[in-house]
Each structure stands twice: as structure tokens, then as C-alpha cells.
């Protein structure tokens, strides 16, 4: 509405009788106003983008019922311990990847907020590049060996675990697009080595 005044104000006249002279403009106190109160609202802090050796941080919070105004309870850490490009074999499987790549992605989750943070990874990590769109890498293979990512961290503690993902090729990044921030983007990124 204040960015409407000062419209109306810049675009009027000082009697409306002499359209040939300049209309006077807006004090620069409504000027500034109107410019805050056009300005995007904040928006979420961009997703960490993490490589092996590389730790980020990132926002988790919830939503009401509706889906609708989020907030932020508490923080998490992701570490990128290792990457290693697997064959089914080295995976305990005899299924091939339906992308066309097997990746076994190594992670450290620790909650450093001061709430409790549940992370679910299946069906929320896609992987993408520069000539491939966002695509589903989640898989079924792995699971069971060795810790679960996928549970609720209690203020102070962490998991360190394994996703096998199926990508579409060497490098790009997969990117976790879990929580429930009704904003855009995802929640963390990995950055692949090629």
C-alpha cells in the first residue's frame, strides 16, 4: 500500500493545471519506505554446498498443519566424509543402477541446535549436473549396513552413515530436499567428485 502513495504522489502534479513542468517527487523518507516495503521478504539462508572433507550447516524446522508458516527449530551439521563411486558387487547386489551409477556417500549428521531434528533421507536426496535435471537418487541398496541416517538427533548427538545412490554419471551434486520449508531449494548440497 506505501509503495502505491508514493506512486501517487511521484505522478502528481502541484495543481494540475501545468503538465509541462515535472511533478515534484517524494519526500526521500517515503521513497525509502516504499523501496523496503517492495523488497522480497527474507528468505532462507542458501543451502550449504559441501564436498569430501567439508562440513556445513543447516536450518531444520517445521510447519503447521496447513503446511504454512515455518519456522525454525534447530540446527544440523553435515559432514561429507567419504564418496566412492561402487559396483553393485562391492554393494551386495545384483541389480544394476537404473540411473547408470552407483555412489556410496558417506555422511556425518549432528544435530548443534537446541531442539530435536528428525532427518529422513529416502526418497529426498536427488542428484543433478549441468546437462541432467534434478532426478530421484534414492535407493533401497545399503540399508542395514552400518548406522541409519535416517532417525531424530537429539540436541549434541550424531550419526555417521552410508546412502547408496544411484546417479546418472560421475560428479554433479546430490542434494538433500528434505524438511519441511515450504521455500524452494534444498536443505544441503554435495558436491560429487568426478
Known amino acids: ?29 517515503t521513497q525509502k519506505a516504499a523501496e523496503k516495503s517492495s523488497s522480497p521478504s ?30 525454525v527449530t534447530t540446527q544440523m551439521q553435515v559432514t561429507v566424509v567419504s564418496a566412492k563411486y561402487v559396483t553393485p558387487a562391492e554393494v551386495d547386489t545384483t541389480n544394476k543402477p537404473e540411473q547408470g551409477q552407483y555412489i556410496k556417500l558417506t555422511l556425518t549428521l549432528k544435530n548443534v541446535g537446541k531442539a530435536p531434528a528428525e532427518i529422513m533421507t529416502y526418497g529426498m536426496m536427488k542428484w543433478e549436473d549441468d546437462k541432467t535435471a534434478a532426478q530421484d537418487a534414492s535407493t533401497l541398496e545399503g540399508v542395514g549396513d552400518g548406522p541409519d541416517l535416517d532417525t531424530t538427533y537429539k540436541p549434541g548427538q550424531s550419526v555417521t552413515g552410508s546412502l547408496v545412490l544411484d546417479v546418472g554419471r560421475r560428479g554433479g551434486r546430490v542434494s538433500y530436499v528434505g524438511g519441511d520449508d515450504p521455500g524452494e531449494g534444498p536443505t544441503f548440497v554435495v558436491k560429487l567428485p568426478k
Open 42 to 71: 527474507p528468505s532462507k539462508p542458501a543451502a550449504p554446498v559441501v564436498a569430501v572433507g567439508q562440513t556445513g550447516t543447516f536450518d531444520v524446522g517445521e510447519a503447521d498443519d496447513y503446511g504454512e508458516n515455518y519456522k
Open 1 to 29: 500500500m506505501a509503495l502505491l502513495g508514493a506512486v501517487l504522489v511521484g505522478c502528481s502534479s502541484d495543481d494540475g493545471n501545468d503538465s509541462s513542468k515535472p511533478a515534484p517527487s517524494a519526500p526521500a523518507t
